[in-house]
């Protein structure tokens, strides 16, 4: 944990990685804290927030919104405390969530930020289950799949900050949620602790398709795919009669150094009369309110529970975002960067 | 054309191909034609329909329905003129649709006939514009491609007797049609009689992605899939912003030895927000008079042409089928039988 300083240490986009990123695709700074201008707000970085999306503006291929520049700062949703406030919504103290990037300190137009009300709920939920990753969840499984009680939903990613969250949705809907993930301490976790009926450990399973079989007898009615390649391939040989899959991540493929290539699975699609849709939480936004409304509420009466993956100290953030995508966090991967005031 | 006679040609599934099927498949056989029982129909063979789903028939893999087994007669469309009926709906002389497989002569249940009136349209159109690949075409483009006026609708297959189809419900849908198909004189022919605005000759074109790019400037808004494998690769690379795409057929897919290997194109359902659907035709049969009356209507109207692929001889059908998996027909694929009494 830093003191408040004068220096703002920014980590910027060095470099563009071919396959995995490593340390010398950051480089880290140290600027002077900048000033609000009119109608802006000061915010000093409390929570980082490191997400699968970010491998993704790391690269310069075409994707739903442009990517971090080389020598800008790395892109990041971050909760904060207000430093210094030229806007009335804002005063020095309060706690805003915006997306700040990587950084101690960031300026911010205050129509972008959103306040955070510390007595409702631990602070970093506001980049966790009450914030991008809970809306994806919500979405993307109760709007886009739409699930029915009785459906058997596979989760691929089923410990990361979505899938953990999707699997209790599932098990609110009367589903029997599937969680496929890298690790028997994960799936043991979204078994015992959250609900899920099966895991598949993808690592160390020798037929992933027999695996899934094995798990849904009557077929896979909703597949929440966060992950992609052969673990959405085993699923694919066993979608039941009108699933319905939501292309939410395909991280298994963001760290590839040329493209992968597999079997080609379109005629499930045309012998199942399966849907599918690819989903950008952005798209929703508007109805946010809905959401963190309905989840809080499940929170509250312990109906839904999360985990959360610390990392210390803004400089260690890289380190933290290349493990997030290795697969090494339980749940939502997050950086401690210093404490409120 | 044969006479009416007391014998039965039958065409047998011989043996399962693997790869492209070829006679030693078929197996001709002469049977006694057989008594209708009470309430059936005997229907003698007119027109035999030839289409991409039978041979999906002729193998074990699951799909959406059995396979045809070994020893039985093919499974096909049949126009037939009835010749003894033992059930009120029909008479002799009535001409009647349905399934009854590659044979001269069929017994059928009377409630799984669909009587044809001769005088509304050639006969033969029962089993193309007028059955299920007319069906097929309406109810997968205006239903599950939701066109709106101003679309790109790429169409692969264009000149398939699905594909001529979807291209003019584009045009009357104010949308742009764009066909794929593999001969210059396919393409000819749906562009100059059937009004798609653009095509690709995926045969001779050396950058089938390129050539989808240059044909469709601000990306594909609708894709209707009747083939699967590089074509549908090429045309993933160039969605736009909420794509649709139906998939009809993966023609591409059906005849080879192990399944093909390609890129993995999920991640362009997700940048684009794409909704992809499977579709089978049986599922929207409660609809179908609406859309025989509204095609049969543009029919007359002059704003829906078709063309027609015929072979001559129930004993040509297998010959025929296999032309068709090739991409020999230009328009719907039909074996003429026997002249109507």
Known sequence: MTQSSTRNRRILLASRPTGWPDASNFNLVSEPVP????????????????????????????????PVEIGEVMTGGVVGQVVRSNHPAFKAGDIAEGSLGWQDYAVADAALLRKIDPNLAPIQTAVGILGMPGMTAY?????????????????SGAAGAVGQIVGQLARINGCRAVGIAGGDDKLDYVKRELGF???????????????????????????????GGPVTDAVFNNLAFKARIVICGQISQYNLDK????????????????RMEGFLVWDWRDRYPEALKRISGWIKEGRIKYSEHVTEGLERTPEAFIAMLKGANLGKAL???AEPQ
Not at 259 to 274: F, H, K, S, T, V
């Open 139 to 155: 979405f993307a499984f109760l709007e886009v799949c739409q699930p029915k009680a009785g459906d058997t939903v596979v989760v």
């Open 335 to 337: 950086v401690k960067v």
């Open 197 to 227: 009926e099966a895991t598949i450990n993808y690592k160390t399973s020798n037929d992933l398709t027999k695996a899934v079989a094995a798990a849904c007898r009557r077929g896979v009615d909703v597949y929440f795919d966060n992950v």
């Open 35 to 66: 000033e609000p201008g009119p109608k802006e707000v000061l915010v000093r970085a409390l929570w980082l927030s490191v997400d699968p999306y970010m491998r993704g503006r790391m690269s310069a291929a075409k994707s739903y919104t442009k």
């Open 259 to 274: 493209p992968d290539l597999g079997p080609r699975n379109l005629r499930y699609m045309l012998i199942n009369r399966a």
